[in-house]
């Protein structure tokens, strides 16, 4: 994990009713992926960067810019390596979609940890998020290429 931070909203207090408390996440791999050098090996760095938070609904505010009030929040960036093979660190198309596919994979499960952890420690209500599911490309959803070798 290279960065996280974590947040409740002063006087938050869910004793009582924890009802219109709804619970959003983000995740997405950074656009800036970085090539590491050492000797004649070749790294790709992909850094993920994950949040959930606890929003409670303002039915109040309806109509108003103010919206819903985020109550508690929790950051992280994480860093996966990769030794590049056959300079795919050159194809950033592949990049790309490695990074969507697999490096956001790869660190869900530490993801999912930390904010079990963070929030058992925060004394949060506990959320669990849902394993990982890397959506199909839309190209390869229809044809006969999507097996290709």
């Known amino acids: 994990m290279e960065d996280t931070s ?12 924890s009802k219109g408390i709804s619970v959003q996440v983000r995740q997405s791999p950074e656009s800036n992926v ?12 992909f850094r993920v960067s994950a949040g959930v938070r606890l929003v409670r609904s303002n039915e109040e505010a309806e109509g108003s810019e103010e919206g819903d009030q985020v109550c508690a929040e929790i950051d992280a960036v994480f860093v996966a390596d990769y030794e590049a093979v056959n300079s795919l660190a050159e194809d ?12 956001l994979f790869h660190v869900w499960p530490y993801w999912r940890e930390y904010v079990h952890a963070m929030t058992y ?3 949060l209500p506990k959320i669990v998020l849902p394993m990982f599911k890397v959506e199909p490309d839309e190209e390869a959803e229809g044809g006969d290429d999507a097996h290709r070798s």
Do not use: H, P, T, Y
Request: glycine share 10%; no cysteine; aromatic share 8%.
């Open 6 to 17: 974590a947040k409740v909203q002063e006087g938050f207090s869910l004793s009582g009713d």
């Open 121 to 123: 420690r925060m004394r």
């Open 92 to 103: 950033g198309e592949a990049l790309a979609v490695f990074a969507r596919k697999n490096a």
């Open 34 to 45: 970085d090539i590491l050098v050492e000797g004649d090996r070749e790294f790709v760095r």
